[in-house]
């Protein structure tokens, strides 16, 4: 199995729609990834969150990742989203990313019942059993309903080979600093909370999974390479000064405000998907300020 270095800035896609939210506009996507790794990120993520991947169709998930690991071309890692509500449909989603090219792919335990500790490492070793490639864990309660401890992380890391990677979404700074200490530094981990960047850094966060460079990925750039070289006076400055965005598009929710950043950008790709709403007219008029005092 081969390892690929993930480190850095993650940059997370969005899926931009047609009209009425209908079908998938491929060269928006195209453009959009453009933009990404010209601006300087280390990886591509798309079917995340962002990406409203649990709104799409087996058959638009199916183009959307393949066009996507297509499109990106090698140039970065790409880290596909797989997670689905059953096992098998995880299984498909995991083995279609790995046919297509997909260097990684992340595996969010998302369920309708609340799951036993044994059936989430079931989960992850069924999906690690059917695939080459590694997996990144990715532990987000506040989206799947499944709170995954830091010893259920390491358990299910030291039973499947090819978990090999943590994102960590909880907004408990806390669960970074276990996985650094009962991991003995050996489990990279990735912040998945924009409000914790510099925090996750200091704590050793190999890279940062974020939706945020779509429209400022030169300050979270900078922010990275403030923290490698551990200028912690200029990180702090960066990461203050990039906050209150950050802020912004986590309560706004991440598909409608990185949609409506992009299209106040010049990028047109559509709204999100319902029964999720675009923003307001007062939130993109509060959104548009806020990147302006950011350039």
């Known amino acids: 199995m081969s390892n690929p270095n993930i480190h850095g800035i993650i940059g997370y896609t969005i899926t931009p729609f047609g009209a009425n939210g209908e079908g998938v506009d491929l060269d928006a996507l195209g453009r959009s990834i453009d933009r990404l790794i010209e601006s300087g990120v280390h990886a591509i993520a798309p079917l995340g969150s962002t990406g409203e991947g ?9 183009q959307v990742s393949e066009f996507s690991i297509k499109h990106v071309a090698k140039r970065v890692p790409t880290i596909v989203s797989v997670s689905d509500l ?7 989603r995991a083995r279609f990313a790995e046919a297509h090219g ?11 019942w609340k799951l036993t500790e044994a059936e989430i490492l079931a989960h992850y070793r069924a999906i690690g059993d059917s695939i080459g490639v590694p997996i990144m864990l990715y532990n987000n309660p506040a989206t799947s309903g499944t709170d995954m401890s830091v010893d259920l992380i390491l358990r299910i890391v030291n039973g499947v080979e090819n978990v090999t990677m943590v994102k960590e979404s909880t907004g408990d700074i806390q669960r970074m600093h276990r996985l650094q200490l009962l991991g003995e530094g050996q489990v990279p981990f990735y912040n998945g909370c924009n409000p914790l960047a510099l925090e996750a850094f200091a704590a050793g966060a190999a890279g940062w999974c974020t939706a945020a460079p779509n429209l400022i990925a030169q300050l979270n750039l900078d922010l990275y390479e403030a923290t490698l070289s551990k200028d912690l006076g200029k990180a702090r400055e960066l990461f203050y000064r990039q906050l209150p965005l950050l802020d912004f598009i986590l309560k706004g929710g991440l598909p409608a405000t990185i949609k409506a950043g992009l299209r106040a950008t010049g990028l047109e790709v559509g709204d999100p998907r319902l029964p999720v709403f675009p923003l307001s007219e007062a939130g993109c008029n509060q959104l548009q300020s806020l990147l302006k005092a950011l350039r």
């Open 54 to 62: 649990a709104y799409l169709s087996d058959a638009e998930w199916d």
């Open 86 to 92: 059953t096992t098998a449909k995880a299984v498909r």
């Open 102 to 112: 997909a260097d990684v792919v992340m595996v969010l335990p998302t369920s309708y």
